[in-house]
């Protein structure tokens, strides 16, 4: 992992209780959480844009992968 992109998995990992849930399933992130986890990882409010980018990211990926894993059931 690039160090760059550490204050993203921080984001990401601290988020993990903050997915929004329905009859589907998980739909994404709640972002109403973000301002208190960005700033428990002192992330600068210059920075905050790109690690925003980066999180939607991996939440699609993760996204992406339990769908995959629902369409093999």
Same mark, same amino acid.
């Given at each position: ?22 009859? #589907? /399933? ?7 959480? $973000?301002?208190?986890?960005? %700033?428990?990882?002192?992330? =600068? ?7 925003? #980018? /980066? ?7 993760? $996204?992406?992968?339990?769908? %995959?894993?629902?369409?093999? =059931?």
């Amino acid at each position: 992992m690039l160090q760059e992109n550490l204050p993203v998995v921080q984001v990401f990992i601290s988020m993990q209780t903050q997915w929004r849930s329905g009859m #589907a /399933g998980p739909s994404g992130l709640d972002y109403a959480a $973000l301002p208190a986890v960005f %700033d428990l990882h002192s992330i =600068r409010k210059k920075r905050r844009a790109d690690v925003f #980018a /980066g999180l939607r990211v991996m939440e699609c990926e993760t $996204l992406g992968i339990w769908a %995959d894993r629902r369409e093999r =059931r």
